[in-house]
């Protein structure tokens, strides 16, 4: 039976963690995260998830001990933030090349230094080249969906590779909104039993990544690209799945919202996405053709929709949670690389706002919208990258 | 007491591996396997035993083994252990080997976390003293006064007493081991398998290459380690303290061979002084003294 509740997103990653049946957790405690792990240590001790509970020294630790959890055969998870992800960097090179299916729940939160706890995206952005498979959500329901999601993509024999699940940190983490849970024998049909590529046993030995030569290395990142352009394919084909089986349902790659014949389309990740919905629809009545597309997975990243949303618009704008120094966001990076190859691009303008908790609200995001058609009508842009509500 | 005669004929350890002439590690893993059987999961960090392992397609060692980071030994073993408990697997021994950098210095952090949180797996820190595999740099259990790439003149400083800080977690077992004391070896490691929680076994293993002696001389350098006292052979068992033979016999100072024929057989060694041999030698009887004091408590 479905249930309904009124809980975090942080929380609801754990309930997702349950519902997938995860047999091992290794988790350290970092500020916004914490309420994830809590949650699970709760159900482990309390009997209602039958995993173990590893409680590392580090994160590198946690992202280790899943990785041999994974290794020796079941379905693992973790959840971090912020400095603990950076400190994982090294093992999730190692874990997307050893093609394990891990998830991993990461609650956006600002690097330091200056110490900051507040979100942007700047922590998972970094990881861009692990070999992850990289979704931002945009509210609590989209959280546990999407875990489950993940783990049905990454166990999927054409991708074998791992997830992080991103939502920001407060905005969406300690957040309550109303949340609905599927019936759990519905979950197991959706979601089955733990399968990964190999797993180490005792009776076929074998040793696992172990050296390789330059013979033979080229074609194992091959078979990660292979695997990341077969993801590209699945993400949009699971995510109707599971709307066919629980009702919701996020647009696949890219979620679109009055796109059509909108002379200026928004490009967000994760809550700007949600608040883009509302600025859209506020300026719509003022009878301005703006629309929003929410990027909802980042890696892989989804080109041929980038360029079939370039082709029915006259301009895009990105606004990123996040700043690559000495370049612009990710984001708008991205869009542009992807429509190089087409002839008619439309005007591009880029936008840094929200950066370590700076708030950013429907009412901002419609000023970007205006500024961004001002460049529109006059044909073109001043700045390719300005950041929003900029102290002096 | 296992005796050679009835040590197992089956190799896991197989030919073709790729360690170098006289490796006293690689003597070591065989006698581990023989000792434990092809029940074994084999955690393997950065180390020499990456090389040994021969490069992909292939591989010498006939029980699963995962490599893993340099510095994350423990971890994996705690991933490795809950994954097994939960798939209802408990007749596998979950064993970390990891050389003497992967232990007292990139991967103590991870090594002590899984030993506070009690992870049932056996760990050995093989320890040839320097960092082999990439060409014999310092680690902080290079001893001191040997050459090393990164301290041409000699290291300056003393090695950590990695068996007693393991000791100081309380775990249930710690043990000493010695290439050339295979049989010793070969019971210590049996004696941890059937132990619950984690076990530390820190194996002196020479290795010529880097110890600059002659490849045939990795037994004797082994034995000399131990008689002269250098480096002494002891069990901490429920946190009682015991000396093992040939150790045993060397609280009586005369018993010991002087530790310059250990030094000069070793090139690593060549630059000590008489200063240094005088400041060793003192280093030894204190070392004895104290093993002297935890062997009359525990008696």
């Not at chain 1, 703006?290 to 895009?316: C, D």
């Not at chain 2, 006292?229 to 040939?246: C, I, T």
Request: hydrophobic residues 40%; proline residues 4%.
């Amino acid at each position: 039976m479905t249930k309904r509740l009124v809980d975090t997103a942080n929380h609801l990653a754990g309930y997702a963690a349950k519902a997938a049946k995860v047999k091992v957790v290794a988790a350290y405690p970092i500020t916004p995260q914490t309420t994830v792990v809590e949650k699970i240590a709760d159900f482990v001790e309390s009997g209602e998830m039958d995993a173990e509970y590893i409680r590392v020294e580090s994160e590198h630790s946690a992202m280790v001990a899943c990785i041999a959890a994974a290794a020796a055969g079941v379905r693992t998870f973790t959840a971090t933030s912020s400095h603990g992800l950076a400190l994982m960097h090294e093992a999730l090179h190692w874990a997307s090349g050893s093609r394990l299916p891990i998830v991993m729940a990461v609650v956006n939160r600002a690097m330091g230094a200056p110490w900051s706890i507040m979100p942007d995206m700047s922590d998972s952005l970094s990881q861009r080249d692990t070999g992850w498979i990289q979704f931002y959500c945009a509210d609590n329901q989209e959280v546990f969906d999407t875990i489950l999601q993940a783990y049905k993509l990454c166990e999927d024999e054409h991708v074998f590779l791992p997830a992080m699940v991103c939502l920001e940190g407060f905005i969406l983490s300690h957040t309550y909104a109303p949340a609905k849970l599927p019936d759990q024998a519905k979950i197991d049909d959706f979601l089955p039993p733990y399968k990964s590529g190999w797993v180490l046993d005792v009776g076929k030995p074998s040793s696992h990544a172990n050296l390789v030569s330059p013979e033979w290395y080229m074609e194992f990142r091959y078979m990660i690209q292979e695997a990341m352009e077969n993801a590209k394919q699945l993400i949009p084909q699971i995510d109707r799945e599971y709307g066919k089986c629980f009702g919701s349902e996020y647009g696949g790659l890219i979620e679109k919202y009055r796109c059509e014949g909108a002379d200026l389309v928004l490009l967000t990740m994760g809550t700007m996405g949600s608040d883009a919905k509302l600025a859209v629809d506020e300026l719509r009545k003022e009878g301005l053709r703006v629309g929003s597309a929410r990027v909802r997975v980042y890696r892989p990243f989804p080109v041929e929709e980038i360029v079939k949303l370039a082709a029915g618009t006259r301009m895009l704008a990105t606004m990123d949670r996040h700043i690559s120094f000495g370049m612009e966001g990710f984001l708008g990076s991205e869009v542009k690389a992807s429509l190089y190859g087409q002839k008619d691009r439309p005007l591009f303008a880029g936008f840094i706002a929200g950066l370590g908790g700076r708030d950013v609200t429907a009412a901002t995001i419609e000023k970007v919208a205006k500024k961004s058609l001002k460049m529109l009508d006059a044909g073109k842009v001043e700045r390719e990258t300005e950041w929003v509500d900029l102290r002096e | 007491m296992v005796t050679m005669k009835e040590l197992p004929k089956e190799e896991y350890l197989l030919k073709g591996h790729a360690a170098c002439a006289g490796c006293g590690p690689a003597a070591s893993l065989r006698m581990l396997l023989k000792a434990l059987g092809n029940k074994v999961f084999l955690i393997v960090p950065a180390c020499c035993t990456t090389v040994i392992q021969g490069p992909y397609p292939f591989t010498s060692f006939d029980v699963p083994l995962q490599n893993i980071l340099f510095e994350s030994t423990g971890a994996a073993a705690s991933g490795v252990v809950a994954a097994l408990r939960q798939r209802k697997i408990d007749d596998v021994t979950v064993v970390g080997w990891a050389g003497d950098g992967g232990t007292a210095d990139i991967g103590i952090q991870a090594l002590s976390g899984a030993a506070e949180r009690g992870t049932n797996f056996i760990y050995i820190c093989y320890d040839n003293e320097a960092y082999g595999n990439t060409g014999m740099q310092r680690s902080g259990l290079t001893p001191y006064g040997a050459w090393t790439t990164t301290t041409p003149s000699g290291k300056r400083e003393r090695k950590k007493d990695m068996p007693m800080i393991m000791a100081a977690h309380k775990i249930p077992y710690v043990a000493t081991a010695c290439t050339a004391f295979p049989l010793d070896f070969v019971n210590k490691v049996r004696k941890a398998k059937d132990i619950q929680g984690t076990k530390y076994n820190h194996l002196l293993a020479p290795c010529p290459t880097g110890w600059r002696c002659d490849t045939s001389k990795t037994i004797e350098m082994g034995r000399l380690a131990v008689q002269t006292g250098l480096f002494a052979l002891y069990e901490v068992e429920n946190g009682r303290f015991k000396l093992n033979s040939p150790s045993d016999r060397l609280i009586d100072k005369s018993k010991r061979k002087p530790v310059r024929e250990y030094f000069g057989g070793q090139g690593r060694f060549r630059g000590l002084s008489e200063q240094d041999f005088a400041k060793i030698e003192k280093w030894i009887d204190e070392d004895w003294d104290q093993y002297r004091k935890l062997a009359s408590e525990c008696a």
